[in-house]
């Protein structure tokens, strides 16, 4: 039976966890390294500070099963191969453990969007609303994560995180905070 952590759960369980974060968000990597996660690991493919590693979300350096939590906001709609960093995303997780992964969204799209003639900054920017993004994800997101083997724990951003300013904190109460769960046998 798979455990579900609800997101104050995972809050109060970040002194032990082994966390690695993509693109880490100020605001965000203080509240974790306020905490004492037992490993707390910062990486961006570009990484602008000595304490960033280099790590491509794609093919990620470490071994499976490695970490509890995976946080990644506002990545995957850069990355050409998405499913390929879901994937990597989904292998080093250990059994049970969580994923954060914001991206934008439109529940107005029936189905993600991208297109492979779209490959300069001005008609990025006009199809997906930034001038190096690759897609925007519609409302087959959700079986696309569940492809992978992600259990989905997506709620609203008021619900999972209620005890949070969302305007201190840059979340947009209108949108799905994105929270997935790799299941416990770690299978597929």
Known sequence: MVMYMGVSGLFD??????????AP?????????????????KCDLFPNSAEVERVNIQAIPYPDNAF???IANHVL???????????EVWRILKPGGHAILQTPFSAKLHETWSDAGIDDDLT?????????????????????FKAVGFLSRVRQHREALEEFDPIAYGVNVAEPFFFFQKNDNGLK
């Open 25 to 41: 968000e100020r605001h965000l990597s203080r509240l974790i390294v306020a905490a004492g996660p037992a490993r707390y690991i």
């Open 124 to 144: 990025r920017l006009q199809a997906y609303g930034q001038e190096d993004h690759v897609r925007l994800f519609g409302r087959t997101i959700f079986d696309h």
């Open 13 to 22: 369980a970040l002194p032990g966890m082994s966390i690695l974060h993509f």
């Open 77 to 87: 709609e850069h990355v050409k191969e998405d499913a390929r960093a879901l994937e």
């Open 68 to 70: 509890d939590l995976v």
